[in-house]
């Protein structure tokens, strides 16, 4: 899987959009760009995924650029609940495993 | 959406004993489980495959013989820590994957184990 780059840390204000950022330009034509987030002490969760076009879903959209060396994950209006870890993954969509970086912790303030 | 459990959530053991975790598919099978460790402040790192049926498949550096692994049915893998030390406690978290809407894979975890060995 190709690796990722992501800022170590972030802050926003609650109700403000978050925008998270994740370099990824070793990406492969059939790799995807994953999100996944991790609430302190809980398991991950999955967020959102998409391979080269834009992508939004009930919880966040991901922006893809177009030489799909980075990514933008968006979430539009964050609250306290969002504080976690983010980790953005590339990967085939196939059924392999999770190779998870250092990620970004996103803190949100009120 | 799909739910993987864990049980037990929280465990604290005697240096020497063994403690066996469960990952549950609750409304889906799963032929693939996925076994995860985390350290404080560290990132998740793969231990292991279970596959349903078969042998498990250990990362390099992950005693098989140490953490033993069981994925007897479709819903069901099992990870056994034997002859459990101090420096395995950590968090143990399990993944399943299904097919979403666009043919590819995601991944759906289950809420870990926090396991605590004395």
């Known amino acids: 899987d190709a690796k990722t780059t992501q800022p170590p840390s972030m802050d926003c204000a609650e109700g403000r959009a978050a925008n998270l950022p994740c370099n990824h330009s070793?990406?492969?034509?059939?790799?995807?760009v994953y999100w996944y987030r991790q609430i302190h002490s809980q398991g991950p969760q999955y967020i959102i995924h998409?391979?080269?076009n834009n992508e939004t879903n009930e919880m966040a959209s991901l922006i893809i650029t177009e030489d799909r060396k980075s990514s933008t994950l968006i979430l539009p209006h964050a609250t306290l609940r969002d504080t976690a870890v983010y980790y953005c993954?590339?990967?085939?969509?196939?059924?392999?495993?999770?190779?998870f970086g250092k990620g970004t912790m996103l803190l949100v303030s009120p | 959406g799909a739910v993987v459990s864990q049980h037990p959530s929280w465990v604290i053991c005697k240096s020497g004993t063994s403690v066996k975790i469960e990952c549950r598919s609750l409304?889906?099978?799963?032929?693939?489980m996925f076994w995860y460790r985390q350290f404080p402040k560290q990132s998740l790192m793969l231990m292991a495959t279970?596959?349903?049926?078969?042998?498990?498949?250990?990362e390099q550096g992950v005693e098989k013989d140490k953490f033993l692994i069981n994925h007897a049915s479709l819903t069901l893998s099992t990870l056994t820590v034997t002859s459990a030390h101090p420096e395995d406690s950590s968090f143990y978290i399990c993944?399943?994957?299904?097919?979403?809407?666009?043919?590819?894979?995601?991944?759906?975890f289950g809420p870990g184990t926090r396991l605590t060995v004395t």
């Open positions: 998409g391979l080269k």
């Open positions: 070793t990406i492969s034509g059939n790799e995807y």
């Open positions: 409304d889906f099978q799963a032929t693939t």
């Open positions: 993954i590339v990967r085939v969509g196939g059924y392999s495993t999770l190779t």
């Open positions: 279970s596959n349903e049926g078969s042998k498990a498949t250990y």
């Open positions: 993944s399943a994957p299904i097919m979403g809407g666009t043919r590819t894979y995601e991944q759906y």
